[in-house]
């Protein structure tokens, strides 16, 4: 009893340190912008998607070394799904958010494109003359090379995108904004690891699966960096750097974290992870979709409750296929 006591002491303790990270973030990151003249969006489709992308990073690479496997892709799947169904959909409840033209076109298609090649990399047993769906090396440093172009594409938008304009020409101080950033992502870092240890703990002793405990409870807790820094940037109207935050995060998961893992060690795919990873290319075609529904460029409050609906859906199906 002591011990079930003492863990949910450290899961609110998490999650008062993870809201706390996603404030200062949430105004570095900001600021940041400012101070460099670059635009919110783009702070949140690299500072701030990479750092809210660190404790998956952690999580996943200390699981694929130890031989988790079943953690591993549950995690980063699992991730993607919650961070455009649960935290944009909770973050266009709080406040529509507004989609620019070139982020449907470029950012987004990244997105999919991401979650299909998992699909197609991981069940390509006629290729590879295996029996079994399974991520490999090679499909490893296949995922690499398209965090390659990736970075790529965010080189040569940092040079191409217009500088903000700031009143009177006073920009904040720019290493007071990083200095915030990185006790933010430290904060974020700290937090994500005591609620997903306490969640974890809580899980095994249900005697849940591992698969079932990566797709729900692991990925919703290393998404929380993801989901308070968005409900932050919601509330403070910061859509740029919600969207970004998701949109960059996901793509983060998948090419980098999901490519270093799998080059570490093979990672089998179960029907739960199939399952998860088509829900991951439905939400990114939900995403795009939503541009041009209802208030054009805008992810409106009904399609935000559509796609916590969803969300529900994806959680029981997991549930019952494990």
């Known amino acids: 009893m002591a011990d079930w006591l003492w863990q949910g002491v450290l899961f609110l303790i998490g999650f008062f340190v993870l809201i706390?990270?996603?404030h200062w973030l949430v105004e570095g990151g900001s600021s940041l912008?400012?101070?460099?003249?670059?635009?919110?969006?783009?702070?949140?489709?690299?500072?701030?998607?990479?750092?809210?992308?660190?404790?998956?990073?952690?999580?996943?690479?200390?699981?694929?070394?130890?031989?988790?496997?079943?953690l591993v892709i549950g995690d980063i799947i699992g991730s993607n799904v919650t961070n455009i169904l649960l935290i944009l959909g909770v973050a266009a409840v709080i406040f529509p958010l507004q989609i620019r033209h070139g982020v449907v076109w470029k950012e987004i298609p990244f997105t999919l494109i991401?979650?299909?090649?998992?699909?197609?990399?991981?069940?390509?047993?006629?290729?590879?003359?295996?029996?079994?769906?399974r991520l490999s090396r090679i499909d490893g440093l296949v995922m690499l090379s398209f965090f390659t172009i990736y970075l790529y594409y965010l080189i040569s938008i940092s040079k191409s995108a217009p500088l903000?304009?700031?009143a009177g020409n006073k920009r904040p101080d720019t290493v007071k904004s990083i200095i915030r950033i990185m006790i933010g992502l430290f904060a974020l870092f700290l937090g994500?690891?005591?609620?997903?240890?306490?969640?974890?703990?809580?899980?095994?002793?249900?005697?849940?699966?591992?698969?079932?405990?990566?797709?729900?409870?692991?990925?919703?807790?290393?998404?929380?960096?993801?989901?308070?820094?968005?409900?932050?940037?919601?509330?403070?109207?910061?859509?740029?750097?919600?969207?970004?935050?998701?949109?960059?995060?996901?793509?983060?998961?998948?090419?980098?974290?999901?490519?270093?893992?799998?080059?570490?060690?093979?990672?089998?795919?179960?029907?739960?992870?199939?399952?998860?990873?088509?829900?991951?290319?439905?939400?990114?075609?939900?995403l795009f979709a939503s541009a041009f529904v209802g208030k054009r460029s805008v992810i409106d409050r009904w399609i935000g409750i559509v796609f916590i609906t969803i969300y529900i859906f994806y959680v029981v199906m997991v549930i019952r296929l494990g």
């Open 114 to 133: 991401a979650a299909l090649l998992v699909l197609l990399l991981g069940n390509d047993k006629l290729i590879k003359g295996i029996s079994y769906p």
């Open 33 to 70: 912008a400012k101070a460099l003249g670059v635009s919110d969006f783009f702070i949140g489709l690299t500072v701030v998607a990479f750092g809210t992308s660190l404790p998956e990073m952690f999580i996943d690479i200390t699981a694929a070394v130890r031989g988790n496997t079943g």
């Open 192 to 286: 994500a690891r005591l609620v997903v240890a306490a969640a974890v703990f809580i899980a095994g002793k249900m005697r849940i699966s591992e698969t079932v405990i990566g797709l729900t409870l692991v990925a919703l807790g290393s998404s929380l960096p993801e989901l308070t820094a968005s409900i932050v940037a919601a509330l403070k109207k910061h859509s740029d750097l919600a969207l970004g935050n998701i949109v960059g995060s996901n793509i983060v998961n998948i090419f980098l974290v999901l490519g270093v893992c799998a080059f570490i060690r093979p990672l089998p795919l179960r029907p739960q992870d199939n399952f998860a990873i088509v829900i991951a290319i439905v939400a990114s075609i939900l």
């Open 164 to 166: 903000q304009q700031v």
């Open 20 to 22: 706390r990270g996603a």
